[in-house]
């Protein structure tokens, strides 16, 4: 949030914002196993105190799954409270926050071989993330947004090839976003 000087000189806080939305790249990485993916994600936010937000997100990766000679989508759908300890003010526009969210993702893969029938498998399991926000407003409204996080599954999912464990998602994946935010 950014003050505004009225014309007497002192400075005067502008109102603050009740709802932002966001539009980021983003990046997966499994921890101990086969999980990348690249996508992107939309979310909402809405303000419920001064540095207290709640939050819906949706996002979409792709990847592949080598050993399983297959390619990989995932969904995630989550809500949940992001909290902004060190907000921008002027002349300072960097700030810092933490978001915790949990919902549902839904892995899918599907396996094409030469010679043989394609495979279609999905499956939704529940997911938890926590994310480290770091934002630059470069304009009033408009900030650049980047997030370092980690998802942790609520279950394993096992890929199986011709009736054997291929391979298993792991529990943990690695989180990255980059992106903008647009506050009103």
Do not use: C, K, Y
């Amino acid at each position: 949030m950014r003050g505004v000087a009225p014309a007497d000189g002192a400075a005067r806080p502008e109102a603050r914002p009740r709802a932002a939305f966001d539009l980021s790249a983003s990046a997966a990485l499994g921890v101990h196993g086969n999980a990348a993916g690249l996508g992107g994600e939309i979310g909402a936010r809405w303000s419920v105190a001064r540095s207290l937000w709640l939050l819906g997100l949706g996002s979409a990766m792709l990847g592949d799954m080598e050993v399983a000679q297959a390619t990989s989508r995932t969904l995630r759908l989550s809500a949940g409270a992001a909290w902004q300890p060190i907000a921008a003010r002027d002349p300072q526009p960097f700030g810092l926050g933490l978001a915790l969210t949990i919902g549902g993702a839904r892995h899918a893969l599907n396996r094409t071989v030469v010679g043989v029938a394609p495979v279609n498998a999905d499956r939704w399991i529940g997911v938890g993330a926590l994310r480290v926000e770091l934002t630059w407003w470069f304009l009033r409204q408009t900030a650049l947004v980047s997030s370092l996080g980690a998802e942790v599954a609520f279950g394993a999912t096992h890929v199986l090839v011709d009736g054997r464990t291929a391979e298993t998602i792991p529990l943990v994946r690695g989180l990255l976003g980059l992106g903008v935010r647009s506050q009103f």
